[in-house]
């Protein structure tokens, strides 16, 4: 029998998209379809997904939670779960549109929730801490339910298929965001399976990724020590973790994170000014089992900007655009060029050169 | 002559249309099982003594000696070997504890030859340490469990003490005493020279090897020889040394006869003493007093020097490892009952202790359940025995290895399992001068340097191919092995798939 997504760890090769507007522009959900569609080669038609920023302004202080169910028993179960944990202001279907390319979609719900005062002081945790547990708990305990967002004013959509056909699916034209990246999956195996497309996330962090990375087993080992899970034994559900636990456990910036996962080599880091050595030295010894070897190129979106980071080979491509107040990210250029035909500037990252923008003031009295 | 109820274990074949009778094997046999028949004008051999260490085989000019196996058999029986009878008529004569040394030879399983090593293809590309960089350095000590920040937002990065090394491998503790002065030399300037660390095991630190003070991992043991304040300063770690692999639960016994001037000094003992060393540390009996010894040795080092605490690995290894992860201790050492010894009593250590690589998987597994694998490194030796083994051990969860018996045979040990005869005729476990006088430092350092250089490149080609290039990601990183012939009950404890799988 073949095993599902979880049960077994499945490679796989992508395609990665991205964009963020520094002003906060609103943009529509399209663009991000068309680009992630020219890497249509890219994919196997066995998972898209994207994720938007900012397209929930009218809750935006809510967390939005998505929802796969595969029964109605799953929902009711998880339903009174939230309900015990959480003030739900509001819950829906998530609109889609019968597509002839997606086939079996589970039930798809989501839900805009709050921690409850009293459950949330009771537990002596943060809010963050207590949202994440819930979601981890709900994916771990709830048989047939699978939350695959939970941030703020963002959203993850993702399904098994090509991802432009995802992005009609789910129909994203109807979305505005300052922020969207996007996936294309080629899994070498065949899990089927919705929760197991990408993007990954938790809170605002989403991972979108190519690459297979050979150090996946010492960092899941590594970041399980910290209450998290890897149900799917995805590379992406690992470094969004690890992502997690280092921005916001630990509170290190994402240029520090940079240079724990994709680190500096050591005879570079050696012929560094004392100050920076020093630094580098110890994160790389502190967290020396979050180094992440292998090919991988990666786009974090998160609450406010977007990082784009390669392996420190640069055994994956990508590269980056500027236009105006846009940046873009992509494997290929051909992903951006068809959104933004005359960039202002074009290349590509150095392995393990991360390339963080954020929104700028007026994006962020805007979005934030 | 009394009656011999055993027999030979070797017979010495001499071609004698080789031989020519220059009589080298005799002048080189500790054991004098070759001597000169000037009736016959012809070298003879009494078998009975000979230890296949095959000295005389390595220096014959004409290559006219074999030791082989005796065809000389009791009668067969399945449950009463040869040995054991063996065996049973040395205790009726002597009375004794019966002596071995070196390692369990016994047949156990190996595990770490049922372990498979993965490889990439298509998905993701293997590297080339020839052409891209690979790194195997590593810290051993403790790390924190929480980012500090300075004032200025800058990350404090004051961390407890740590070592450095150039790669994964170490040199196990062995004692001067145990083994020769020259045989140290060796250790501590191939250490010095590969930017690792050997172990001065509990038998103190010869005045002449302080200058190698920053390779060195000086050992307080038992018996507290040749222990005090500069000897403490000059290492790069203390170990406490609870347990050795080889002979868990015991003591250690270095005979009278291999105390000499420079072992006396060395272990501030008197010449001649036999120096034993008690089977506990007589003031720790519990997990609160090691934390005491522990702290104790961080005070009187001014918090300088990262500890080890080595153990045997023993049936609730993992548990012991947790106390000591929450001891302050900065590095756990665990060794395995296939760890070497310069003399052990044979039943203990043919029978009491388990296999590293069970150990290994359940104490990694342990303290990562506990949130604690953060808080130690974990060293493992008892018997690693090539490159390979380094890398299983690696992605089973260890920081670094340490290497013991492989190190001795660089040094010319055949593993012929007499150290405790003190008669080594390699010059490696003795303390006769005209035995010692045969390792020559010079070359024995520079084969060890060899020897590890050889094991790192390997460690490098075997992490490119996984597609790593560098070893702090293959540590705990079991997807990247696979058992082959080993039960489910094995392959939970190892936490690794079949091969198939």
Same mark, same amino acid.
């Given at each position: ?368 | ?18 031989? @020519? ?218 170990? @406490? ?142 018997? @690693? ?42 010059? @490696? ?73």
């Amino acid at each position: 029998m073949l095993l599902k997504e979880g049960q077994t760890r499945i490679p796989s090769g992508c395609a990665i998209s991205g964009f963020i507007s520094r002003d906060g522009k609103s943009l529509n959900g399209h663009d991000i379809v068309k680009s992630i569609s020219y890497m249509h080669d890219r994919s196997n038609g066995l998972g898209g997904g994207f994720a938007g920023y900012g397209i929930y302004p009218e809750y935006k202080d809510l967390y939005a939670f998505h929802v796969f169910y595969d029964s109605n028993t799953a929902r009711e179960e998880t339903e009174r779960f939230l309900d015990k944990h959480f003030d739900v202001v509001n819950l829906s279907r998530i609109p889609t549109r019968k597509h002839p390319n997606i086939k079996n979609e589970p039930l798809i719900w989501r839900y805009f929730v709050t921690p409850l005062k009293t459950k949330l002081e009771a537990s002596q945790i943060d809010e963050k801490e207590f949202v994440a547990k819930s979601v981890i708990k709900i994916n771990n305990t709830i048989d047939g339910s699978y939350v695959f967002s939970s941030g703020k004013n963002m959203g993850v959509f993702k399904a098994v298929g090509y991802p432009e056909d995802v992005g009609e699916f789910y129909r994203l034209e109807e979305y505005e965001g300052y922020c969207w990246t996007a996936h294309g999956r080629y899994p070498t195996n065949t899990p089927g399976w919705w929760g197991g497309a990408h993007p990954f996330s938790l809170l605002d962090y989403t991972i979108v990724h190519n690459g297979e990375i050979s150090s996946y087993d010492a960092n899941r080992r590594f970041i399980e020590m910290f209450e998290y899970k890897c149900n799917l034994l995805t590379d992406t559900e690992v470094i969004t973790y690890i992502f997690d636990y280092l921005n916001r456990k630990q509170k290190l910036s994402l240029e520090d994170i940079a240079s724990i996962i994709a680190a500096p080599f050591w005879s570079e880091i050696d012929k560094m000014p004392s100050d920076k050595k020093e630094k580098l030295r110890y994160l790389r010894n502190v967290f020396s089992s979050l180094l992440i070897t292998g090919p991988f190129s990666i786009i974090l979106g998160y609450d406010g900007g977007i990082m784009a980071l390669n392996d420190r080979l640069k055994l994956r491509s990508m590269v980056v655009a500027e236009k105006d107040d846009m940046t873009y990210i992509a494997s290929e250029e051909c992903a951006i060029r068809a959104i933004c035909p005359d960039v202002d500037k074009i290349w590509s990252p150095r392995g393990g050169e991360p390339v963080i923008v954020t929104l700028n003031e007026k994006g962020k009295a805007k979005c934030l | 002559m009394p009656i011999n109820y055993f027999s030979q274990e070797f017979d010495v074949v001499r071609d004698p249309n080789r031989c @020519i009778k220059c009589r080298a094997c005799e002048r080189q046999c500790a054991n004098e099982v070759h001597f000169y028949d000037p009736e016959t004008d012809s070298m003879r051999a009494d078998s009975l003594t000979c230890v296949d260490c095959q000295r005389c085989v390595s220096i014959c000019p004409t290559r006219a000696l074999k030791i082989v196996k005796t065809d000389n058999t009791f009668r067969e029986n399945h449950n009463w070997s040869q040995q054991i009878m063996t065996e049973v008529y040395r205790q009726a004569e002597s009375g004794g504890v019966l002596l071995s040394s070196m390692g369990n030879p016994k047949d156990y399983p190996v595990y770490w030859d049922k372990i498979l090593i993965n490889a990439s293809q298509v998905t993701n590309p293997s590297i080339d340490p020839l052409r891209e960089p690979m790194e195997t350095k590593v810290f051993l000590g403790q790390k924190p469990e929480e980012i500090k920040f300075n004032v200025d937002g800058s990350i404090n990065t004051k961390i407890t003490p740590q070592v450095e090394l150039n790669m994964p491998i170490m040199f196990s503790a062995m004692s001067y005493g145990s083994i020769s002065k020259n045989a140290h030399e060796s250790l501590a300037r191939a250490a010095t020279e590969l930017g690792t660390c050997y172990n001065t095991g509990e038998g103190g630190l010869h005045k002449d090897f302080y200058q190698y003070g920053a390779n060195t991992i000086v050992q307080v043991a038992s018996g507290r020889f040749g222990i005090f304040k500069d000897y403490l300063e000059a290492g790069a770690a203390i170990e @406490i040394k609870m347990g050795q692999g080889a002979k868990p639960g015991i003591g250690g016994h270095l005979p009278g006869i291999k105390i000499r001037e420079d072992v006396s000094k060395t272990r501030m003992i008197p010449m001649g003493t036999d120096a034993i060393s008690p089977a506990p540390h007589h003031d720790i009996y519990s997990i609160e007093d090691l934390r005491q010894l522990v702290f104790s040795l961080k005070e009187a080092t001014n918090y300088e020097k990262p500890i080890i605490v080595k153990i045997a690995a023993v049936h609730n290894v993992a548990a012991i490892a947790s106390g000591i992860a929450r001891s302050g201790a900065d590095i756990i050492a665990i060794d395995g009952y296939r760890g070497g010894t310069g003399a052990a009593p044979t039943r203990i250590r043919d029978n009491v202790g388990i296999p590293i690589e069970l150990a290994l998987a359940s104490v990694d597994q342990r303290l990562r359940d506990e949130g604690i694998r953060n808080n130690v490194s974990v060293v493992v030796a008892g018997s @690693i025995r090539s490159a390979a083994d380094c890398v299983k051990a690696i992605a089973l969860g260890a920081d670094a290895v340490y290497i013991g018996t492989a190190a001795l045979l660089a040094l010319g040990c055949h593993l012929c399992r007499s150290c405790h005869s003190g008669k080594c005729n390699w010059g @490696i476990a003795t303390q006769r001068p005209d035995l010692v006088k045969r390792l020559n430092p010079e070359i024995g350092y520079k084969r060890l340097v060899n020897l590890v250089k050889a094991w790192n490149h390997e460690i490098m080609e075997m992490m490119g191919g996984m597609g790593i290039n560098s070893v702090e990601a293959l540590r705990g990183n079991r997807l990247m092995l696979r058992g082959i012939g080993l039960n489910e009950k094995e392959l939970s404890i190892l936490g690794i798939s079949h091969a198939g799988e």
